[in-house]
């Protein structure tokens, strides 16, 4: 302990004295990683000098060196970059690094250099003009206490009285605790992070942990290495008196990956089992989307202190355990880590994929009446979204993370797309844009992936994109219609009207599905609708009573009801299927607005579980069961009912479940 003491003094004032040597002595290379990286297509984007720190040059590999003083808070830090020149000449480097770190020393191509410090970064004049193809190699020393910025950027914590640090540096915060290119555009080929902090601490980090290094001094160097291409707001560092332990992802006959986890202590047995829950969904995920990407590494989570969780390459951070939030950040493996949206702007490349696959892992697992639950859910917020889902103002970490907009309109963006497609189609386009070698372990935007949609669909989806994505609002849809008996037969005729909620698109090009049911008999047509006032014919051998838009809920919208066709009492339909298995359906009935509660009883009148609950408007809605009860476990086979309690009017259904 007094080793450790002296230690954590001496360091502030060794470094400002002689900050190489310091390093020399503390920060440990025990691999010799140098500045290999592995080769890789990537596809680069060219960019304008304001799109990121240097245009000049293209990060290849980062080695991260940094020594961790918890009791001071101090974080001393050695880091060289490894980059291309790719403008014609190329005779300073700008790097990102925020005031509050202090740079102590410089070194370019070998040689010391002086610097010039502003507010957000540095720049440094080479000693010798590099051309076109050639090497920078940058040395940085530096040291501080980073600023907090975002989301967090690098916090000092503890847990029950020992140290907790951890980094979060989504969007704008790598730039607070290592210099680097803090862009999504320029990724790096490979990164190596060496930790030194006080024994006893467990490091969690990006790639494959390389060597663990005990000093002699109190302190020991963690080494990761990740050599796959990789964001700098996605290099990630975590500290504490960490448990660990392991699963094991199958992913061929003789094949493994293993899903590392670094829990604290007290949360082992809470974590254990729902982190366990990883190996079904990289089990679900890799049929949808493709192989793992980084299945030479591993896949894993590290706990830290920042509410939620952040899809750190192969190393999740989480706080919460929560099946959704672990599907989330695993999605993001794919879709953030292993294709990054290509600027800020194009955030919903991201997080609305994300949240989607939160929604298909529930399908795969507890089948189609859970991701509608799930989308459903993601609908409501969605009809909050401000603006344009191609985020504008991305200044603010508020404005740019708006749940409503690049999360849940991001994701439900996507289920409408899957309609539009069809599944087949639709899981194929995302199959091929994960392996497109454009975008593969490189950056993307809404632009490219349309592209992607359009070359494997064989269809122009310019207007799709250009109004969910481009566009603000949703439509706002109503309807006519007239039955005329024709024959031994009925001609239905239905209009369909639209207005939206914003003014740009003025209209909502969309496939649009309208059921008609009647002397319990329904089908369904799928309306292309085009222009409003469209007409659309169908004959039945049946007279259809009732009409409903979008019964199962393809399209973000409202529906107003003014030909008068909403039923003129509640009304609680039979469930189908019934009986059921993986899930079954429920639809009932306004005439106007009311205060509702949909439960489902076991056969003793104890409540199972609430399908929806809360203020609904006039029309017909939608609700499904996964057959699970509040607790999220499956319920018994047996006899069930369902309960409506809309106002006043209190309503009963039997439904049978057959596990």
């Given at each position: 302990?007094?080793r450790?003491?002296?230690?954590?003094?001496?360091?502030?004032?060794?470094?400002?004295w002689?900050?190489?040597?310091?390093?020399?002595?503390?920060?440990?290379?025990?691999a010799?990683?140098g500045c290999?990286a592995?080769?890789r297509?990537l596809?680069?984007?060219?960019?304008?000098?304001a799109?990121?720190?240097?245009?000049?040059i293209?990060?290849?590999?980062?080695a991260?060196?940094?020594?961790i003083?918890?009791s001071?808070?101090?974080l001393?830090?050695?880091?060289t970059?490894?980059?291309?020149?790719?403008?014609?000449t190329?005779?300073?480097?700008?790097?990102?690094?925020?005031?509050?770190m202090?740079?102590?020393?410089?070194?370019?191509?070998g040689?010391?250099?002086?610097?010039?410090?502003?507010t957000?970064?540095f720049s440094?004049?080479?000693p010798?003009?590099?051309p076109?193809?050639g090497?920078?190699?940058?040395?940085t020393?530096?040291?501080?206490?980073?600023?907090?910025?975002?989301?967090?950027?690098?916090?000092?914590?503890?847990?029950?009285?020992?140290p907790?640090?951890?980094?979060?540096?989504?969007?704008?915060?790598?730039?607070?605790?290592?210099?680097?290119?803090?862009?999504?555009?320029?990724?790096?080929?490979?990164v190596?992070?060496a930790?030194?902090?006080?024994?006893?601490l467990?490091?969690?980090?990006?790639?494959?942990?390389?060597?663990?290094?005990?000093?002699?001094?109190?302190?020991?160097?963690?080494?990761?290495?990740?050599?796959?291409?990789?964001?700098s707001?996605?290099?990630?560092?975590a500290?504490a008196?960490y448990?660990?332990?392991?699963?094991?992802?199958?992913?061929?006959?003789a094949?493994?990956?293993?899903?590392?986890?670094?829990?604290?202590p007290?949360d082992?047995?809470v974590?254990?089992?729902?982190?366990?829950?990883?190996?079904?969904?990289?089990?679900?995920?890799?049929?949808?989307?493709?192989?793992?990407?980084?299945?030479?590494?591993?896949?894993?989570?590290?706990?830290?202190?920042?509410?939620?969780?952040?899809?750190?390459?192969?190393m999740?951070?989480?706080?919460?355990?929560?099946?959704?939030v672990?599907?989330?950040?695993?999605?993001?493996?794919?879709?953030?880590?292993?294709i990054?949206?290509?600027n800020?702007?194009?955030?919903?490349?991201?997080?609305?994929?994300?949240t989607?696959?939160?929604?298909?892992?529930?399908?795969?697992?507890?089948?189609l009446?859970?991701?509608?639950?799930?989308i459903?859910?993601?609908?409501?917020?969605?009809?909050?979204?401000?603006?344009?889902?191609?985020?504008?103002?991305?200044s603010?970490?508020?404005?740019?993370?708006r749940?409503?907009?690049?999360?849940?309109k991001?994701?439900?963006?996507?289920?409408m797309?899957?309609?539009?497609?069809?599944?087949?189609?639709?899981?194929r386009?995302?199959?091929?844009?994960?392996?497109?070698?454009?975008?593969?372990?490189?950056?993307?935007?809404?632009?490219?992936?349309?592209?992607?949609?359009?070359?494997?669909?064989?269809?122009?989806?310019?207007y799709?994109?250009e109004?969910?994505?481009?566009?603000?609002?949703?439509?706002?849809?109503?309807l006519?219609?007239?039955?005329?008996?024709?024959?031994?037969?009925y001609?239905?005729?239905?209009t369909?009207y639209?207005e939206?909620?914003?003014?740009?698109?003025?209209?909502?090009?969309?496939?649009?599905?309208?059921?008609?049911?009647?002397?319990?008999?329904?089908?369904?047509?799928?309306?292309?609708?085009?222009f409003d006032?469209?007409?659309?014919?169908v004959?039945?051998?049946?007279?259809?009573?009732?009409a409903?838009i979008?019964?199962?809920?393809?399209?973000?919208?409202?529906v107003?009801?003014?030909?008068?066709?909403?039923?003129?009492?509640?009304?609680?339909?039979?469930?189908?299927?019934?009986?059921?298995?993986?899930?079954?359906?429920?639809?009932?009935?306004?005439?106007g607005?009311?205060?509702?509660?949909?439960?489902?009883?076991?056969a003793?009148g104890?409540?199972?579980?609430?399908?929806?609950?809360?203020?609904?408007?006039?029309?017909?809605?939608?609700?499904?069961?996964?057959?699970?009860?509040?607790?999220?476990l499956?319920?018994?086979s047996?006899?069930?009912?369902?309960?409506?309690?809309?106002?006043?009017t209190?309503l009963?259904r039997?439904?049978?479940?057959?596990?």
């Amino acid at each position: 302990m007094r080793r450790l003491s002296l230690y954590s003094l001496l360091l502030p004032a060794l470094l400002l004295w002689a900050p190489e040597s310091v390093f020399a002595q503390l920060l440990h290379d025990p691999a010799g990683e140098g500045c290999s990286a592995k080769a890789r297509g990537l596809a680069r984007l060219s960019a304008s000098p304001a799109a990121f720190a240097d245009p000049g040059i293209n990060a290849q590999h980062y080695a991260i060196r940094l020594a961790i003083v918890p009791s001071s808070p101090m974080l001393l830090g050695h880091v060289t970059m490894t980059a291309s020149a790719i403008a014609d000449t190329v005779t300073s480097v700008i790097m990102d690094l925020t005031a509050p770190m202090t740079v102590d020393s410089v070194r370019a191509n070998g040689v010391r250099r002086p610097w010039t410090r502003f507010t957000n970064g540095f720049s440094v004049e080479l000693p010798a003009v590099v051309p076109r193809g050639g090497t920078v190699i940058l040395e940085t020393f530096y040291h501080g206490v980073p600023a907090a910025t975002g989301f967090g950027s690098f916090v000092f914590g503890d847990a029950n009285g020992s140290p907790w640090v951890w980094s979060l540096s989504q969007p704008y915060g790598a730039r607070d605790w290592w210099p680097c290119k803090d862009h999504p555009i320029d990724k790096a080929d490979s990164v190596s992070i060496a930790v030194t902090v006080p024994s006893g601490l467990k490091v969690g980090s990006n790639g494959l942990l390389r060597s663990v290094t005990d000093n002699g001094d109190g302190t020991r160097t963690h080494h990761w290495v990740e050599r796959y291409p990789i964001a700098s707001y996605l290099v990630s560092v975590a500290v504490a008196d960490y448990a660990e332990f392991s699963d094991w992802f199958r992913y061929g006959a003789a094949d493994s990956m293993e899903v590392l986890n670094y829990v604290l202590p007290q949360d082992l047995n809470v974590a254990r089992p729902a982190l366990g829950r990883t190996i079904p969904m990289l089990e679900a995920f890799t049929r949808l989307f493709g192989e793992y990407p980084f299945i030479a590494e591993k896949y894993g989570h590290a706990q830290f202190g920042r509410g939620g969780a952040m899809e750190h390459q192969t190393m999740t951070s989480t706080t919460t355990f929560d099946e959704d939030v672990i599907a989330h950040e695993l999605g993001h493996q794919w879709f953030g880590d292993l294709i990054t949206c290509a600027n800020w702007q194009e955030l919903w490349l991201n997080e609305g994929f994300a949240t989607y696959s939160e929604a298909l892992f529930r399908e795969a697992v507890y089948g189609l009446p859970s991701y509608r639950e799930h989308i459903n859910a993601r609908m409501q917020a969605a009809f909050l979204a401000p603006g344009t889902l191609h985020v504008q103002d991305t200044s603010t970490v508020g404005e740019l993370f708006r749940f409503s907009r690049v999360y849940a309109k991001g994701a439900v963006v996507l289920h409408m797309l899957r309609h539009v497609l069809g599944d087949s189609t639709f899981f194929r386009c995302i199959r091929e844009y994960v392996r497109d070698p454009r975008f593969r372990f490189g950056v993307a935007t809404t632009a490219d992936f349309r592209s992607v949609c359009e070359q494997f669909s064989g269809r122009s989806l310019d207007y799709f994109f250009e109004q969910w994505v481009f566009g603000e609002g949703y439509p706002v849809y109503s309807l006519d219609r007239s039955v005329v008996p024709d024959g031994e037969s009925y001609l239905t005729t239905v209009t369909l009207y639209q207005e939206t909620s914003g003014s740009d698109p003025q209209f909502f090009t969309m496939p649009v599905d309208i059921r008609l049911s009647g002397g319990g008999f329904d089908t369904t047509i799928v309306a292309d609708h085009q222009f409003d006032g469209q007409t659309f014919t169908v004959r039945t051998s049946w007279a259809p009573d009732l009409a409903m838009i979008d019964p199962d809920g393809w399209i973000l919208k409202d529906v107003v009801d003014p030909a008068g066709l909403i039923p003129s009492a509640v009304s609680l339909a039979p469930n189908y299927p019934n009986p059921f298995n993986a899930g079954t359906t429920i639809e009932y009935a306004l005439p106007g607005t009311r205060n509702v509660r949909l439960e489902v009883f076991d056969a003793t009148g104890g409540l199972v579980r609430t399908l929806d609950e809360g203020s609904r408007p006039a029309g017909w809605h939608v609700a499904s069961w996964d057959g699970r009860g509040n607790d999220g476990l499956p319920a018994a086979s047996g006899a069930y009912f369902l309960r409506l309690l809309a106002g006043s009017t209190l309503l009963a259904r039997p439904l049978l479940l057959l596990r």
